[in-house]
């Protein structure tokens, strides 16, 4: 009985450790690729999304980041979480830190900021073809090569 209690066991963590980690990272860049959906009350046919796709949104972070000074001369670097939600029109809002990034704080605003200033999204429509609001979260990488 022990033996099976304790393959069910390893099986049971190597398929909870076996999960795919972001999609894709760049570099010297800090967008993760990866747009978690948070709390959506609706059936979504089609979520919400950035002009262009994601690609596009990617690049829009690589062309519009401002690195903080702290990142530069202390070396700095961490994750983001960033939470926003995209309006029935496409406009963003609700902008805001869910975790910060320790011994970095202009790197926070850095990543509002440039949430912040996104041109609008195409809204996420419902089955009844209306479009909703949708709030995400995304990982923002900073580092410092």
Wanted: aromatic share 12%.
């Amino acid at each position: 009985m022990r033996q099976v209690v304790l393959i069910v066991m390893l099986y049971i963590s190597s398929v909870g450790l076996s999960q795919k980690p972001d999609r894709f990272i760049y570099n010297s860049q800090q967008y993760s690729g990866k747009l978690t959906t948070i709390n959506q009350p609706w059936p979504v046919v089609c979520g919400a999304s950035f002009p262009g796709g994601e690609n596009a949104f990617a690049n829009y972070f690589k062309e519009n980041v401002v690195y903080p000074d702290e990142l530069m001369e202390y070396g700095v670097s961490g994750k983001i979480i960033i939470q926003f939600s995209i309006e029935p029109d496409g406009s963003i809002s609700n902008v805001f830190v869910r975790r910060g990034m320790s011994g970095c704080p202009e790197c926070d605003k850095e990543a509002v900021r440039l949430l912040e200033n996104m041109p609008k999204w195409t809204p996420a429509v419902t089955i009844k073809n209306q479009t909703v609001k949708t709030t995400y979260q995304i990982p923002v990488f900073f580092r410092n090569h």
